[in-house]
């Protein structure tokens, strides 16, 4: 078998978070009743005059800047002919030949190697509506609560080369936006979504192979599956002497398949032509300067700041970047505490776990800054062991809890009372005789087994750094 | 003919409209004099002209991002010859 190289791009939707559509004063929240954000304007009724809506053209010019594009100063919109009943006007505007953005790249980090992907444009359109199946009548419902939210397209150049760099890809997207807060980026709401552009070609060819395009694949896992199995497949193909059509592949993530769509060469004739109800967008220099300095700190100068301000290894700095709302609970749990590093530790560890394992995001939790910052305190105040810690914040994960009212309740204050533990350790001592004689011997393993006791009866609340001193004392006289 | 047959046919399937025989021959002629029309402009010379994106002297017309009420969902819905369950209801399309 030949060696083959892949060859994708991305095509990536973000829906912006304003609070109108782009083109009239309907609201974009997410889950109302069907139908009941319409307007004359996004149900496309004719005799309407759409007008854009000004925070658009800044959302997009904000993610413009942060992955480095050219701002066009001339821009202007294009109606998109197509025929389907989620699109009430049967043409969709969006740009064609003169988009906002232009030119940009963002980097990218696999497995500790940097790459940088090229993005060819960036450009604003209107989404389409919601088509839902009716199992009782067998017909097709149309709900156009969606039709006309606000998109940014972000186009990328085919520079991916497999599956884990197109997530990364992904990943760096979504990091930006959030940061940005042009784009609350749920995926599984659709908020972020993206096609798939994928071709091989046998190692050393310069033209590209026929591509295929998978569209709206809305998670990581997704995007990740779509391309090992399109790049084996596509492959199969050709080694079995077949050729590969320029189609639409549907993928069906709940089996890990993908259906190749009947090729239909003429669904592709956009006929693009400038939209006439809508002014071209002109934009000065003094108004990209000022948006330009309006844009919050971006996560790779945070990386940075983090190492230099608050010591942390490079690793800690890049997790805690990655996403926004996990740096800002970072940044306002360590204000309260002044222990970065053990904040670090708590955000990487457990929490993170609990989190995947609950499928929300760290602002979503129970746990507050505030709350995750006084357990910390408690243990660095030696009020409770690192390992009663962990035992309250399991309860403070459930419940939401205050660390102080947990301690209080069930009586967990550490014990720190040397008169107090040392009577329990006699005790211990005096109870296994054979444990002391092991330990005399060489064995020091046998220490651990005494430690275990006497914290089995203090309940975990004896304070372990007395607990090793008393008891390496005792044995030893 | 400015226009061929073969192209009214894919225009007419992009727009999901089925025609006649007769039909395609008096739409070839049709939109062959409107592109005839329109080919005049060819004519004209135009070096040295900047493209021109919109026929007026407009650019930037914005509106701000302040929610307004939408149309009560009994209006969006007046016009649809089928409805079902708030939404219009169309032949199937979903798979
Ligand atoms: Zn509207």
Same mark, same amino acid.
């Given at each position: 078998?030949?060696?083959?190289?892949?060859?994708?791009?991305?095509?990536?939707?973000?829906?912006?978070?304003?609070?109108?559509?782009?083109?009239?004063?309907?609201?974009?929240?997410?889950?109302?009743?069907?139908?009941?954000?319409?307007?004359?304007?996004?149900?496309?009724?004719?005799? *309407?005059? #759409?007008?854009?809506?000004?925070?658009?053209?800044e959302y997009a010019i904000?993610?413009?800047?942060?992955?480095?594009?050219?701002?066009?100063?001339?821009?202007?919109?294009?109606?998109?002919?197509?025929?389907?009943?989620?699109?009430?006007?049967?043409?969709?505007?969006?740009?064609?030949? &003169?988009?906002?953005?232009?030119?940009?790249?963002?980097?990218?980090?696999?497995?500790?190697?940097k790459k940088t992907i090229g993005i060819t444009r960036i450009h604003i359109e209107e989404d389409a509506g919601k088509l839902i199946h009716d199992a009782y009548t067998g017909d097709t419902l149309v709900d156009m609560n969606r039709c006309a939210v606000p998109l940014i397209e972000i186009v990328s150049e085919?520079?991916?080369?497999?599956?884990?760099?197109?997530?990364?890809?992904?990943?760096?997207?979504?990091?930006?936006?959030?940061?940005?807060?042009?784009?609350?980026?749920?995926?599984?709401?659709?908020? &972020?979504?993206?096609?798939v552009n994928l071709s091989v070609r046998p190692v050393g060819q310069k033209e590209f192979g026929t591509r295929t395009e998978t569209k709206n694949l809305n998670s990581f896992r997704a995007i990740h599956n779509l391309i090992e199995f399109e790049t084996k497949r596509q492959i199969e193909v050709l080694e079995n002497g077949g050729v590969i059509h320029q189609e639409t592949i549907r993928w069906d993530d709940a089996k890990g398949v993908g259906y190749a769509m009947r090729s239909k060469?003429?669904?592709?004739?956009?006929?693009?032509? #400038?939209? #006439?109800? &809508?002014?071209?967008?002109?934009?000065?220099?003094?108004?990209?300067?000022?948006?330009?300095?309006?844009?919050p700190e971006m996560p790779h100068i945070k990386k940075e700041r983090y190492v230099s301000e608050f010591n942390l290894p490079e690793y800690d700095a890049e997790i805690l970047t990655a996403s926004k709302h996990t740096a800002d609970y970072f940044e306002k749990a360590t204000a309260a505490c002044n222990n970065p590093k053990a904040v670090a530790n708590w955000i990487m560890g457990d929490f993170t776990k609990m989190l995947n394992e609950k499928e929300i995001e760290i602002n979503e939790s129970k746990v507050t800054e505030e709350n995750l910052a006084s357990l910390i305190c408690l243990i660095d105040k030696g009020t409770i062991s690192s390992k009663i810690a962990k035992q309250?914040?399991?309860?403070?994960?459930? *419940?939401?809890?205050?660390?102080?009212?947990?301690?209080?309740?069930?009586? &967990?204050?550490?014990?720190?009372?040397?008169?107090?533990?040392?009577?329990?350790?006699?005790?211990?001592?005096?109870?296994? #005789?054979?444990?002391?004689?092991?330990?005399?011997?060489?064995k020091d393993r046998a220490i651990g087994f005494l430690v275990g006791q006497i914290m089995k009866e203090t309940k975990g609340k004896a304070n372990p750094q007395i607990v090793n001193k008393l008891l390496l004392e005792i044995i030893n006289n | 003919m400015s226009i061929s047959k073969e192209e009214v046919k894919h225009i007419a399937k992009l727009s999901k409209l089925n025609l006649t025989e007769q039909e395609l021959d008096k739409y070839t002629n049709d939109l062959s004099d409107i592109v005839n029309f329109a080919n005049e402009l060819s004519n004209i010379d135009v070096d040295g002209i900047k493209p021109?994106?919109?026929?007026?002297?407009?650019?930037n017309v914005f509106r701000k991002d302040e929610v307004q009420p939408s149309y009560d969902r009994e209006q969006i819905l007046?016009?649809?010859?089928?409805?079902?369950?708030?939404?219009?209801?169309?032949?199937?399309?979903?798979e």
């Open positions: 078998m030949k060696d083959y190289e892949v060859i994708i791009g991305l095509e990536v939707h973000a829906e912006l978070s304003t609070k109108t559509k782009i083109y009239c004063n309907c609201s974009t929240s997410f889950g109302a009743d069907p139908n009941t954000h319409c307007c004359p304007i996004c149900t496309g009724m004719p005799g *309407t005059l #759409p007008v854009l809506n000004e925070k658009v053209v904000k993610a413009g800047l942060a992955t480095n594009c050219e701002i066009s100063r001339f821009s202007k919109q294009d109606r998109k002919n197509y025929f389907y009943p989620d699109l009430p006007k049967a043409y969709q505007i969006s740009q064609y030949d &003169l988009p906002l953005c232009i030119g940009g790249h963002v980097d990218i980090n696999v497995d500790g190697n085919p520079d991916i080369r497999n599956a884990d760099e197109a997530v990364a890809y992904m990943q760096t997207l979504k990091s930006i936006l959030e940061y940005l807060e042009v784009c609350d980026c749920k995926m599984q709401e659709g908020s &972020l979504r993206c096609d060469e003429d669904a592709q004739d956009y006929r693009y032509f #400038p939209e #006439p109800d &809508l002014a071209p967008i002109v934009l000065s220099d003094e108004y990209i300067n000022d948006i330009k300095n309006s844009l309250i914040f399991e309860e403070m994960f459930e *419940t939401g809890e205050k660390a102080e009212d947990i301690v209080n309740k069930k009586g &967990l204050v550490q014990i720190s009372d040397e008169g107090a533990i040392k009577e329990i350790v006699k005790k211990v001592v005096e109870a296994n #005789p054979q444990s002391v004689a092991d330990y005399k011997a060489g | 021109t994106a919109h026929i007026l002297d407009i650019k007046k016009n649809a010859p089928s409805k079902d369950a708030g939404c219009i209801s169309v032949p199937k399309v979903v």
